[in-house]
């Protein structure tokens, strides 16, 4: 059969995305202040990250140093150019640019480091993608204000957004307001998305939470919510042309059986993990389904008439998104003893998994991208997507990452696929472009990157940049605006 060419249209961005707490370091450098990742330790798959309120001498904080493209900008961005990169997704660290969170004045050195990354990327005719939240709640308003729990937080999110904004006007087009903002909608949200302080100091994905803290993580996270509409409609007046987004963690979750229980248990997880954001950020209001979901939770929101208001008034200009795997439902007590109920439920048995057990689904992201624009029918942008796998050297001394490529032209595929489906879909960045630290494990060894460093989980490593296999591989796609996948 003659294979398949996509058309990708004119002007499609292609990338790829960082996050600063992962990648940047130079975490107390030039006036930084400390964030929330910087005091949580690294870990693997099987044993959780630790939070720690202060810095342990003896322990390894993998964001310290990250893979330092603080002081590695230009050579990590002259890299991107050569692969054709005409998108970069990097997030601003709020604490480089407020140290406390609740400074009065901006930290200069923090705001001249941003210009000099953005003059390098237009250098090369790279729109940057800013992130403004990605995980990095400085330390102090944790300390402070109990992160998010706080509606003072709301101001000093607003005060540093118009800073960015003002600063940068001329220089950023995209923004996303806040990293996979239903991430709150777990416990593992808690400290990472809302900086409140858990119940427990291990970051456990499965952890059960009293029925207190909930309570203050959903009104935390309406709190970002408004935070975020402020800023956009701020955004809007400071630069008519931004283009400002949500970004959401984008989870496809299957009945695992043909049982109306299961088809009605996936649904429902669709509906909270995808939609209960994505409806407040675009629609500008909750969903229908949150009065019930909150009713049963003894969940009681503090909401103002001029919060409904914010949130009408700022909706966004793009749903953004990360995709990684898919997942499945079931009510069967049973079978889920029995499969091994991992992090996306029980394994799908038509799918493989990443060494980190995640499903590995390519026609799950045509679906997601189909779904979410049938419900919203405004641009789509994939900000997030790849695979995290253990890259070795092979014996001619360089990583020949096939499996990585293999799994970003499945991908690819089902967005040419999506597009022909009409789906608007704006661009691609393909997630930790060059290696930085997982944030669910907080290892090295996890690595996603067209781009090698050499740094490893306990940090050794002289931190030198080599391209694997996948980088020329990327390099041909965008020069062919995905027509040659091979
Ligand atoms: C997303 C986050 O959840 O997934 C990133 O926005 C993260 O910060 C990425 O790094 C991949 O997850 P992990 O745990 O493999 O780093």
Same mark, same amino acid.
């Given at each position: 059969?003659?294979?398949?060419?996509?058309?990708?249209?004119?002007?499609?961005?292609?990338?790829?995305?960082?996050?600063?707490? +992962?990648?940047?370091?130079?975490?107390?450098?030039?006036?930084?202040?400390?964030?929330?990742?910087?005091?949580?330790?690294?870990?693997?798959?099987?044993?959780?990250?630790?939070?720690?309120?202060?810095?342990?001498?003896?322990?390894?904080?993998?964001?310290?140093?990250?893979?330092?493209?603080?002081?590695?900008?230009?050579?990590?961005?002259?890299?991107?150019?050569?692969?054709?990169?005409?998108?970069?997704?990097?997030?601003?660290?709020?604490?480089?640019?407020?140290?406390?969170?609740?400074?009065?004045?901006?930290?200069?050195?923090?705001?001249?480091?941003?210009?000099?990354?953005?003059?390098?990327?237009?250098?090369?005719?790279?729109?940057?993608?800013?992130?403004?939240?990605?995980?990095?709640?400085?330390?102090?308003?944790?300390?402070?204000?109990? #992160?998010?729990?706080?509606?003072?937080?709301?101001?000093?999110?607003?005060?540093?957004?118009?800073?960015?904004?003002?600063?940068?006007?001329?220089? @950023?087009?995209?923004?996303?307001?806040?990293?996979?903002?239903?991430?709150?909608? +777990?416990?593992?949200?808690?400290?990472?998305?809302?900086?409140?302080?858990?119940?427990?100091? +291990?970051?456990?994905?499965?952890?059960?939470?009293?029925?207190?803290? @909930?309570?203050?993580?959903?009104?935390?996270?309406?709190?970002?919510?408004?935070?975020?509409?402020?800023?956009?409609?701020?955004?809007?007046?400071?630069?008519?042309?931004?283009?400002?987004?949500?970004?959401?963690?984008? #989870?496809?979750?299957?009945?695992?059986?043909?049982?109306?229980?299961?088809?009605?248990?996936?649904?429902?997880?669709?509906?909270?993990?995808?939609?209960?954001?994505?409806? @407040?950020?675009?629609?500008?209001?909750?969903?229908?389904?949150?009065?019930?979901?909150?009713?049963?939770?003894?969940?009681?929101?503090?909401?103002?008439?001029?919060?409904?208001?914010?949130?009408?008034?700022?909706?966004?200009?793009?749903?953004?998104?990360?995709?990684?795997?898919?997942?499945?439902?079931?009510?069967?007590?049973?079978?889920?003893?029995?499969?091994?109920?991992?992090?996306?439920?029980?394994?799908?048995?038509?799918?493989?998994?990443?060494?980190?057990?995640?499903?590995?689904?390519?026609? #799950?992201?045509?679906?997601?991208?189909?779904?979410?624009? #049938?419900?919203?029918?405004?641009?789509?942008?994939?900000?997030?997507?790849?695979?995290?796998?253990?890259?070795?050297?092979?014996?001619?001394?360089?990583?020949?990452?096939?499996?990585?490529?293999?799994?970003?032209?499945?991908?690819?595929? +089902?967005?040419?696929?999506?597009?022909?489906?009409?789906?608007?879909?704006?661009?691609?960045?393909?997630?930790?472009?060059?290696?930085?630290?997982?944030?669910?494990?907080?290892?090295?060894?996890?690595?996603?990157?067209?781009?090698? @460093?050499?740094?490893?989980?306990?940090?050794?490593?002289?931190?030198?940049?080599?391209?694997?296999?996948?980088?020329?591989?990327?390099?041909?796609?965008?020069?062919?605006?995905?027509?040659?996948?091979?």
């Amino acid at each position: 059969m003659a294979k398949k060419v996509y058309s990708f249209p004119a002007g499609f961005l292609w990338g790829g995305a960082t996050a600063a707490n +992962q990648y940047e370091g130079g975490w107390l450098e030039d006036g930084k202040g400390p964030n929330v990742p910087d005091h949580i330790t690294g870990g693997t798959v099987d044993t959780a990250r630790r939070w720690t309120k202060e810095i342990e001498a003896e322990t390894y904080y993998p964001s310290h140093e990250a893979t330092d493209f603080y002081h590695h900008y230009k050579e990590d961005i002259a890299l991107m150019a050569e692969m054709g990169f005409n998108v970069f997704r990097l997030s601003i660290n709020w604490a480089r640019i407020y140290p406390q969170g609740d400074d009065l004045e901006p930290n200069r050195k923090g705001i001249e480091f941003y210009h000099n990354v953005f003059r390098e990327c237009k250098k090369y005719g790279i729109e940057p993608l800013v992130t403004l939240s990605h995980y990095e709640t400085p330390w102090n308003l944790t300390e402070k204000y109990n #992160g998010w729990e706080s509606r003072e937080v709301i101001d000093f999110f607003v005060r540093y957004a118009t800073t960015c904004f003002m600063e940068y006007k001329d220089e @950023v087009k995209y923004w996303l307001t806040f990293n996979e903002i239903n991430c709150a909608m +777990q416990s593992f949200g808690t400290i990472m998305g809302l900086g409140m302080v858990p119940e427990s100091d +291990q970051m456990n994905f499965a952890a059960t939470e009293s029925k207190e803290q @909930v309570q203050k993580r959903f009104q935390a996270l309406h709190h970002q919510f408004v935070a975020s509409a402020k800023a956009v409609q701020i955004g809007h007046a400071i630069n008519p042309n931004f283009m400002i987004g949500c970004m959401i963690a984008g #989870g496809l979750a299957y009945p695992y059986t043909c049982n109306p229980k299961d088809a009605l248990a996936a649904q429902n997880k669709n509906n909270m993990s995808n939609y209960f954001c994505g409806d @407040v950020q675009v629609r500008g209001e909750y969903p229908y389904f949150a009065k019930r979901f909150f009713k049963e939770n003894d969940i009681h929101l503090n909401i103002t008439a001029e919060d409904e208001i914010e949130l009408l008034n700022g909706t966004v200009d793009f749903y953004s998104f990360s995709y990684y795997m898919s997942s499945t439902e079931t009510v069967d007590e049973d079978l889920k003893a029995a499969k091994g109920n991992i992090f996306a439920g029980v394994p799908n048995p038509y799918l493989e998994a990443s060494d980190w057990g995640w499903q590995i689904d390519p026609e #799950g992201l045509r679906w997601y991208l189909n779904d979410v624009y #049938g419900r919203y029918e405004i641009p789509l942008m994939i900000v997030e997507n790849g695979l995290g796998a253990i890259d070795v050297r092979a014996e001619d001394g360089k990583f020949h990452d096939t499996y990585r490529i293999e799994y970003l032209r499945k991908h690819i595929q +089902q967005m040419g696929e999506a597009i022909e489906d009409g789906v608007d879909l704006m661009g691609y960045t393909m997630w930790g472009c060059v290696d930085l630290v997982s944030a669910s494990t907080g290892e090295m060894k996890k690595r996603y990157g067209f781009i090698y @460093v050499d740094k490893d989980n306990d940090g050794n490593g002289d931190l030198h940049r080599e391209k694997k296999d996948s980088f020329e591989w990327y390099k041909k796609v965008i020069a062919t605006n995905g027509k040659d996948l091979d």
